[in-house]
């Protein structure tokens, strides 16, 4: 299984741009998180899916955040438009929601710098 | 607020003895309690885990302790080697553990 992957690795994009961040779960797990991690703030968790549809977007900071699941084997995270304070490392995490007691797996993660 | 708290931010052990990381919460609703360890440039990756019904839970050299009537829990690491060095965060859920709530996470370095 080759886990969660992320792409791409790392982003750097003036401020204003668009910025599209993307996801690919491990085969099976129905249920898919978008975490953005910094110093300041920690782990935070953006939106999570459940059988591609969103259940909690709670955690989405601005309207200029959105994420989308269009099935099941893909998820994006899109910033527009950018901006400096959105520099963090964005991980993509899924998981099995039929399994009890089982955590999460994350991605690699998408350092983004916006400058 | 946070959810979950999470002591020290960092720590220095050296090689062969115990560290200790310590989870408070609040919520009494939660009852999965997983511990993430994260090395630099990678994803959080599960450790160990463990839920309110036991208090104690040991996997190789990590233990994790639980006091449900002080809403705490520790992640032991006995005989700290260097390649523990990483940073681990606790964290809690309930119901179908969709929504985990992360401590702040504590940098661990271990001196050879």
């Known amino acids: 299984d080759a886990g969660v992957i992320q792409s791409p690795r790392h982003e750097v994009t003036e401020m204003g741009q668009e910025v599209t961040l993307r996801c690919k779960p491990i085969?099976?797990?129905?249920?898919l998180f978008w975490y953005r991690q910094t110093m300041m703030r920690g782990l935070e968790l953006l939106i999570y899916f459940n059988n591609n549809v969103p259940i909690d977007d709670s955690g989405m900071p601005e309207d200029r955040f959105s994420a989308k699941m269009p099935n099941a084997s893909f998820s994006t995270l899109k910033i527009q438009p950018s901006e400096p304070r959105d520099s963090a490392v964005y991980f993509c995490?899924?998981?099995?929601?039929?399994?009890?007691?089982?955590?999460?797996?994350f991605g690699s993660g998408t350092r983004l710098t916006v400058v | 607020q946070q959810q979950v708290k999470q002591s020290p931010q960092s720590l220095i052990v050296q090689k062969g003895g115990i560290s200790i990381i310590n989870c408070a919460y609040e919520n009494t609703a939660f009852d999965y309690f997983p511990w993430y360890q994260q090395f630099p440039g990678k994803g959080p990756a599960l450790l160990i885990a463990?839920?309110?019904?036991?208090s104690e839970k040991k996997e190789g050299r990590f233990t994790i302790s639980f006091n449900k009537s002080a809403k705490q829990f520790s992640l032991h690491i006995m005989d700290s080697q260097p390649g523990d060095s990483a940073t681990y965060f606790c964290a809690a859920s309930w119901g179908n553990f969709n929504k985990f709530y992360f401590g702040s996470g504590t940098k661990l370095n271990v001196k050879p």
């Open positions: 463990i839920r309110p019904d036991v």
């Open positions: 085969s099976g797990h129905n249920s």
């Open positions: 995490a899924s998981r099995d929601a039929r399994v009890l007691n089982y955590g999460y797996t």
